[in-house]
């Protein structure tokens, strides 16, 4: 027999695997996204306003803005390229609560760009440190943070980066 005692941390248990599922579709969109330069599936991963930090590739400072605006500087470094591909891997998900949550995944970023001087990829290997909100939209990112852990190819085919902020 089974009390309601278990019954209750049974559902509190699948509902955790269900957030698991959500973020990870979040995370996933984010890339897929990306790469199919569909902008407002982009824009729709986020919190309204977000903080960014792509440091370790792009050398630029973190910075913290509205999610529209975050998207209009990333939209034309990425659309520039040829064709890109994020591949998402290792996921872990770590709650701090019941609406907050941090995920660690490796990604693996090729860029191809065919009108780059000097060569035409460049590849970042590392991994994205997320956190996550629950809203009232589901699972949003609010910080993205890449970190690179080997950059190969040209950098170069990112030509010149707009500012943030």
Avoid at 10 to 19: N, P
């Amino acid at each position: 027999m089974t009390t309601s005692h278990e019954t209750t941390a049974e559902a509190a248990e699948l509902w955790r695997l269900v957030d698991r599922v959500e973020i990870a579709d979040v995370q996933m969109r984010y890339a897929t996204a990306v790469d199919s330069r569909d902008w407002e599936l982009f824009r729709d991963c986020f919190t309204d306003e977000i903080e960014g930090d792509y440091s370790s590739v792009f050398g630029t400072p973190p910075a913290r803005l509205r999610a529209d605006d975050f998207v209009a500087v990333i939209a034309p470094v990425m659309g520039a390229l040829t064709a890109t591909q994020h591949m998402i891997t290792n996921l872990t998900v770590d709650f701090h609560d019941a609406d907050h949550a941090t995920v660690v995944a490796y990604v693996r970023a090729i860029h191809h760009n065919t009108a780059a001087d000097g060569g035409t990829e460049q590849t970042v290997y590392g991994y994205y440190t997320n956190a996550f909100v629950r809203t009232g939209k589901g699972w949003r990112i609010s910080k993205v943070k890449l970190t690179s852990r080997i950059q190969t190819g040209n950098p170069g085919v990112f030509g010149a980066l707009p500012a943030a902020g």
